[in-house]
């Protein structure tokens, strides 16, 4: 059982940082941080962010491409009836879905940051520890950029 649990420690400090990203990219998207709509317009980095968490590319979209896909849609929804503006708002329980995930991805964000504090106190090869951490960082940004 022991060796179960040392291979337990050290694939969670690996993944950790991936967890921590994907959880707290996550909760930004909950919320549609990451899309303009209106007179919103998202940080040219939370764009990025957004498309390595969903396409796993860390590139920003045109904003003429995105203009035209906007116009290609509207121009497809030109015959639709206009909609009322209940259909525009969520309903109470989307809105209350959204904000128990939005828990959830803060919840996953601080478990992980405990289970690394932890495994790294409690390791006996503290340096593998910290090289497993260093890997699980350097890892997907080299991935990202190759």
Not at 18 to 29: D, E, I, K, P
Not at 60 to 77: M, V
Not at 88 to 102: A, E, H, I, N, S
Request: charged share 20%; glycine share 8%; net charge positive.
């Amino acid at each position: 059982m022991s060796s179960i649990r040392i291979w337990h420690m050290y694939i969670g400090i690996l993944i950790a940082p991936s967890v921590l990203f994907f959880a707290l990219t996550g909760a930004l998207q909950i919320f549609s941080l990451h899309e303009a709509h209106g007179s919103y317009e998202p940080p040219p980095l939370l764009e990025k962010l957004s498309r390595l968490h969903k396409d796993q590319v860390f590139a920003q979209k045109e904003h003429k491409q995105k203009e035209q896909e906007e116009n290609k849609s509207e121009g497809a929804g030109a015959h639709e009836p206009p909609k009322a503006e209940s259909e525009d708002q969520p309903r109470l329980g989307t809105v209350l879905l959204k904000w128990f995930c939005l828990l959830v991805a803060l919840g996953l964000s601080a478990s992980t940051l405990l289970g690394l504090w932890m495994g790294l106190m409690q390791m006996r090869r503290k340096r593998t520890g910290w090289w497993l951490l260093a890997a699980g960082i350097v890892l997907p940004v080299a991935l990202t950029l190759f």
